[in-house]
């Protein structure tokens, strides 16, 4: 399984945009990026995933560079409510079964 | 509201007790997942069920004993734990198992062992 690769903390201004990076250097060519967050005392949440193309839904964008070794999430206007830690994790396909292995992720903190 | 729901939030067991964690996902899925997660550590998953079929098993010791009745419900039963087993043990639920499906998970129980 393709390794990532994230800063251990970051923190964002109430309001401005979050962008968190990934380095994903060693991810093949059909090896999907995704991201979750894990806010404190709850399960992890699936936020936005992608392949090749930048991908945009109601809670993030996510921007892969064309070589994709290395992606970036941004959350638009960050409020205090996305504090969470943030995990970038390529998927393997193990045994038939794609699985994800969360690393230690980013730990984002809102500031108002 | 992720559709995926655990019960109990927390359980507090000695180590001879039995007991088990419930999972209930209302998504239509066909996959369900185990995870613990200990202290200062990465998520790891234990246990993975396709259409009732259990499809991984990542060396997790036998007083870890999963069932899966139905697609909606999975049960980890628990049994002679030890002190380290405490941790947020997790449920989370897909599609499938073959593509790219994103993994909707619970809120967790929180487990702890005396």
């Known amino acids: 399984d393709a390794k990532t690769t994230q800063p251990t903390s970051m923190d964002c201004a109430e309001g401005r945009a979050a962008n968190l990076p990934c380095n994903h250097s060693t991810i093949s060519g059909n090896e999907y990026v995704y991201w979750y967050r894990q806010i404190h005392s709850q399960g992890p949440q699936y936020i936005i995933h992608?392949?090749?193309n930048n991908e945009t839904n109601e809670m993030a964008s996510l921007i892969i560079t064309e070589d994709r070794k290395s992606s970036t999430l941004i959350l638009p206007h960050a409020t205090l409510r996305d504090t969470a830690v943030y995990y970038c994790?390529?998927?393997?396909?193990?045994?038939?079964?794609?699985?994800?292995?969360f690393g230690k992720g980013t730990k984002l903190s809102v500031i108002p | 509201e992720t559709g995926v729901t655990q019960t109990p939030r927390h359980l507090v067991m000695g180590m001879t007790n039995k007991k088990s964690l419930k999972c209930e996902q209302h998504l239509g899925h066909n996959a369900m997942y185990w995870y613990k997660q200990s202290a200062k550590k990465p998520l790891e998953l234990m246990f993975v069920?396709?259409?009732?079929?259990?499809?991984e098993n990542n060396s997790v010791p036998s007083r870890f004993s999963p069932e899966c009745p139905n697609s909606s419900h999975l049960f980890l039963h628990l049994h002679t734990l030890q002190p380290e087993d405490s941790a947020l043990y997790l449920c989370a639920s897909s599609q499938d198992t073959q593509g790219p499906q994103p993994q909707h998970f619970g809120d967790g129980t929180r487990l702890s062992i005396l």
């Open positions: 069920y396709s259409l009732e079929e259990r499809v």
């Open positions: 994790i390529a998927p393997y396909s193990g045994a038939g079964s794609y699985q994800l292995t």
């Open positions: 992608g392949l090749k």
